[in-house]
């Protein structure tokens, strides 16, 4: 037992001194820091919101559950998110290479109709 407080003792004062040891952190290396954690949780948003428009185009392909008009809400919901606007935006280059005929493609004409029209402050056709 005497050996299981000496070693939470240690673990005790390395925990105290934690935030003494980011608090002399220096502006770039708190800006670094906080720059991580910024890009970490985008990565983890964009995850979600990618996961959401898969799951939509799996619900569309394989078992035709959402008419038009539902899978153009649903996919405004998920385009309201700045973050997945910017990944639209990112990956124009790669959806350029989609079969025009394919449901990605579709899907991906409907995105970007919800998009220009979000842009200019009109309805999209079917909203």
């Not at 407080?5 to 001194?17: N, V």
């Not at 939509?56 to 008009?69: F, I, S």
């Not at 990605?104 to 409907?110: C, S």
């Amino acid at each position: 037992m005497g050996t299981w407080k000496k070693g939470a003792g240690r673990f005790g004062s390395a925990a105290t001194g934690l935030p003494l040891a980011t608090a002399t952190l220096t502006p770039a290396a708190r800006r670094r820091r906080l720059e991580a954690e910024r890009l970490a949780a985008r990565r983890r948003k964009l995850g979600e919101l990618s996961s959401r428009r898969d799951t939509l185009r799996h619900q569309q392909r394989m078992h035709g559950d959402l008419d038009e008009r539902e899978l153009f809400g649903r996919l405004r919901e998920i385009f309201q998110d700045p973050v997945m606007r910017d990944y639209w935006e990112e990956s124009r280059e790669q959806r350029a290479t989609l079969e025009h005929t394919s449901d990605e493609a579709r899907m991906g004409r409907m995105v970007d109709g919800l998009i220009r029209a979000r842009e200019w402050g009109t309805r999209a056709p079917h909203g």
